[in-house]
């Protein structure tokens, strides 16, 4: 599906993103509980449950800041999750590399990311890890490692480029870890990390598109150039057509 992160514009309210989202023809919104969905705005919650009804746009997943060995209830999250009806929790997968990790600490965030997916599944929700820096999924192998000691039906990943990686090892990524990616953020980065127009990275994006290969993912706008409207709706125009011709 066609969506965006509402993370994408933080400066916007929940009303003017479905505005947006209803003009550019988008399918699915993944709403971020930093401001537009707060873990404990249940009001907020309600008011995008209706929303999302009245404009008939989908929430593909709720992109919460639950973070591994943090000490929060994953709960309060999924309460959320289930008034605006998102099938996915995306959570963060701690706040060290695994070189930097030790034994025990792992050993504690697998038993944690077991509990709170055991507790995701008894709610019908998929736990899906962010692909990020400075976690357990920074690096490919060790988000396989990740996936392969939790072992839960319902723990997926995200998939987003690296800006810091070359475009082989990018794709190098998607072919080890395919068979769990779920969602994936979409735009584009220099290796400097400066946002650019995604028409620019059309040519790159489009391999790795014909990596993953599955309409059934949720492919969600990120980043825009100076977080605009006006640059989302271009940015959206090229995602659309990478996907219709991949």
Same mark, same amino acid.
């Given at each position: &599906? ?13 009303e003017?993103i ?5 003009? +550019?023809?988008?399918?699915?919104i993944? %709403? ?12 907020? !919650? ?9 404009y008939?746009?989908?929430?593909s =997943? ?18 959320? !999750? ?12 701690g706040?060290?590399? !695994? =070189? ?23 709610? +019908?929700?998929?736990? !899906? ?36 990686? =070359? ?10 870890? =395919? ?9 584009? %980065? ?14 790159? %994006? ?8 599955? +309409? ?22 090229? &995602? ?7």
């Amino acid at each position: &599906m066609l969506g965006i992160t509402s993370i994408t514009f933080r400066d916007k309210s929940v009303e003017e993103i479905f505005e947006f989202c209803k003009s +550019n023809n988008v399918d699915c919104i993944e %709403w971020g509980s930093d401001i537009h969905a707060k873990v404990d705005d249940l009001e907020g !919650a309600q008011n995008i449950k209706k929303l999302s009804s009245l404009y008939r746009i989908k929430c593909s =997943s709720y992109g919460s800041y639950y973070r591994l060995g943090e000490g929060q209830d994953i709960n309060k999250y999924i309460n959320i !999750a289930k008034i605006i009806e998102a099938p996915i929790i995306r959570i963060w997968a701690g706040k060290y590399s !695994a =070189s930097k990790i030790s034994i025990p600490q792992y050993n504690l965030y697998i038993e944690e990311a077991k509990t709170i997916a055991n507790v995701c599944l008894k709610n +019908n929700i998929t736990l !899906a890890f962010e692909y990020h820096r400075d976690t357990l999924t920074d690096i490919k192998e060790s988000a396989l490692n990740l996936i392969n000691d939790i072992n839960k039906e319902n723990v997926k990943l995200y998939w987003q480029p690296n800006p810091e990686l =070359s475009i082989e090892e990018k794709i190098s990524e998607i072919r080890l870890l =395919s068979d769990y990616i779920i969602s994936v953020h979409f735009f584009y %980065w220099d290796n400097k990390n400066r946002r650019l127009p995604l028409i620019l990275g059309k040519k790159e %994006w489009l391999l790795y598109l014909k990596e993953l290969n599955n +309409n059934n993912l949720n492919y969600l706008l990120e980043f825009c150039l100076n977080d605009s409207f006006i640059q989302g709706s271009e940015d959206l125009k090229v &995602m659309e057509k990478l996907l219709n011709d991949k």
